[in-house]
């Protein structure tokens, strides 16, 4: 269990202990560390920019109490994010087919009459 008084969304300095590939591992105090995702890191090839020893200003994106692991982030700093997405547009029908509701429009009549001759013989 990790013994800590960090909160989820605090900024916080550490040092930094490693890099590998996939990320930078931060010694945050005497007793925990965290590891700084590729994902997460503003620079695109951390071994370039970052140096073991090195002092980095973070944020904490999450901690998991069963893995013992806190997650990290340098974009969470910035006052605008990167890489924002945006909100897909959804559509019912192909946006290449333009016809739209048109055919539904052209069978309601054809449907109406089946539903009312299914509900007379229900009647019946």
Do not use: C
Not at 15 to 42: A, C, P, T, W
Not at 104 to 113: G, M, S, T, Y
């Amino acid at each position: 269990m990790l013994k800590m008084n960090f909160q989820i969304g605090q900024v916080v300095k550490g040092v930094i202990n490693g890099i590998q590939q996939y990320g930078i591992f931060v010694r945050l105090d005497k007793m925990n560390e965290g590891l700084l995702h590729i994902s997460e890191i503003n620079k695109t090839n951390p071994s370039v920019h970052y140096k073991v020893g090195n002092e980095i200003k973070v944020m904490i994106l999450d901690i998991d109490p069963f893995s013992d692991q806190i997650s990290l982030s340098q974009r969470g700093l910035l006052a605008t994010p990167i890489n924002i997405r945006r909100k897909r547009r959804h559509f019912w029908t192909s946006r290449s087919v333009k016809t739209g509701f048109k055919p539904l429009k052209d069978a309601l009549p054809q449907e109406i009459r089946i539903g009312i001759k299914k509900y007379k013989k229900y009647l019946a």
